[in-house]
């Protein structure tokens, strides 16, 4: 009785050991993948072009303020 729970136990751990070193292998793998992927760099650039576009953007807005800003000084002398 005794041999048949440490073969049970022998069993049940190598089980779990199983399992645990398939988990880190596939976590492993799956960091390895996203560290290969060009997302992050797709990512990156994305938002420097957003930057640049919203920095654009902004310049036109603060010349066309000024713009409307002289017009109307004008039109008051």
Known sequence: MNVAKIHDRMHIKTFW??????ECQY?????QRKNKSSLD???GEWLVRLENRTKHLKKLND???KKV???KSADQT
């Open 27 to 31: 976590a492993e793998t799956e960091v």
């Open 17 to 22: 050991e199983k399992k645990i070193n398939t």
């Open 41 to 43: 760099k797709l990512r």
């Open 69 to 71: 800003k002289v017009e």
């Open 63 to 65: 010349s066309y303020i």
